[in-house]
């Protein structure tokens, strides 16, 4: 059975760098094309990175963005994934 998995990835910048971080983020290109992907930007040099993809199950194997250079981030990416239970319009 096919659904929806959204990949979630969240990088915090070191301070001032949030501009650089979101460059960077927006630059990296995946192995395959999803759905739909969006990119977002939040206090404290925050870059939130979300793509859709159509697949067999959460586990999937799906292309993910990498981690920045060290010098970039204050700590670790943050990655997450959903599967799609509703959508309403």
Same mark, same amino acid.
């Given at each position: 059975?096919?659904?929806?998995?959204?990949?979630?990835?969240?990088?915090? #910048?070191v301070?001032?760098?949030g501009?650089?971080? *979101? &460059? +960077?983020?927006?630059?990296?290109v *995946?192995?395959?094309?999803p759905?739909?992907?969006e990119?977002?930007? #939040? $206090?404290?040099?925050?870059v939130?990175?979300l793509?859709w +993809?159509?697949?067999?199950?959460?586990?999937? &194997?799906? $292309?993910?963005?990498p &981690? /920045?250079d060290?010098? *970039?981030?204050?700590? /670790?990416?943050?990655? +997450?994934?959903?599967?799609?239970? &509703?959508?309403?319009?």
């Open positions: 059975m096919s659904t929806t998995v959204t990949l979630m990835w969240e990088a915090r #910048a301070t001032g760098r501009g650089e971080l *979101l &460059e +960077w983020a927006r630059a990296q *995946l192995s395959r094309d759905l739909r992907r990119t977002f930007m #939040a $206090p404290q040099d925050r939130l990175v793509t +993809w159509q697949t067999d199950s959460l586990a999937a &194997e799906l $292309p993910e963005l &981690e /920045p060290a010098e *970039l981030i204050t700590r /670790p990416v943050h990655r +997450w994934r959903f599967e799609s239970v &509703e959508t309403v319009s």
